[in-house]
């Protein structure tokens, strides 16, 4: 089983930073695509950013320019550093590690295992 541990959370003022990451315990990190997804209260969940194991990455257009997804494979851990924060980005935010292809033209994730999640909060 694939455990992810996040850490990085907590009570930001808007544009500021805040740089979360995330352990994987699976020794075959490298081979997969991970992702961090976000849910706010009353909201549906949303994927902002995707890094696959070639290193391409991936954004929500919410977060495109502000937030930057990286991974380090030697360490197992891939980070999301979030800067210019914003009210909207208050949120709990997982930790995913999964897969991605194409159906079609599309590029589509499946996300196999979660963290825990780590709450966000933008807040003056």
């Known amino acids: 089983q694939v455990q992810l541990v996040e850490s990085g959370g907590g009570l930001v003022q808007p544009g500021g930073s805040l740089r979360l990451s995330c352990t994987c315990s699976?020794?075959?990190?490298?081979?997969?695509?991970m992702g961090w997804h976000r849910q706010a209260p009353g909201k549906q969940r949303e994927l902002v950013a995707a890094i696959e194991s070639s290193g391409a990455t991936n954004y929500a257009d919410s977060v495109k320019g502000r937030f930057t997804i990286s991974r380090d494979n030697a360490n197992y851990t891939v980070y999301l550093q979030m800067n210019s924060l914003k009210y909207e980005d208050t949120a709990v935010y997982y930790c995913?590690?999964?897969?991605?292809?194409?159906?079609?033209?599309?590029?589509?994730?499946?996300?196999?295992?979660w963290g825990q999640g780590t709450q966000v909060t933008v807040s003056s």
């Open positions: 699976a020794s075959a990190f490298s081979m997969y695509a």
């Open positions: 995913n590690a999964g897969r991605s292809s194409y159906v079609g033209s599309a590029l589509k994730y499946s996300f196999d295992f």
